[in-house]
């Protein structure tokens, strides 16, 4: 079965870095794109940042590009997010994100457990 676990979140204080990564196992990790996505409290899920299957091209949300960077080792069958410039409103649960095609009008989101990341002085 599809399993996706994150680690590397923390606190860290305003202006610092931390690396989130996101194990994959289930699938063929290569065949498909990643994304991760954050949920502050009482606020909805939104997308952070998307790869696609190769690496070959990278989407980010408005409010962080130029401070993170997605990226993938397909041979370890796993997909980073590196943070820097961190701010306060980066505060939430950090979720890797796969969309699998299980067959025609059959779209899955599998989701990881989530790892928070606070920031904070």
């Known amino acids: 079965q599809v399993q996706l676990v994150e680690s590397g979140g923390g606190l860290v204080q305003p202006g610092g870095s931390l690396r989130l990564a996101c194990a994959a196992s289930?699938?063929?990790?290569?065949?498909?794109?990643m994304s991760w996505y954050r949920q502050a409290t009482g606020k909805e899920r939104e997308l952070v940042a998307r790869i696609t299957s190769d690496g070959g091209s990278r989407n980010y949300a408005d409010s962080v590009k130029g401070r993170f960077t997605i990226s993938r080792d397909n041979a370890r069958n796993t997909v980073y997010l590196q943070m820097n410039s961190l701010k306060p409103e980066d505060t939430g649960v950090y979720y890797c994100?796969?969309?699998?095609?299980?067959?025609?009008?059959?779209?899955?989101?599998?989701w990881g457990q989530g790892t928070q990341v606070t920031v904070s002085s």
């Open positions: 994100n796969v969309k699998i095609l299980i067959k025609l009008g059959d779209l899955r989101n599998y």
């Open positions: 289930g699938f063929t990790f290569s065949d498909y794109a």
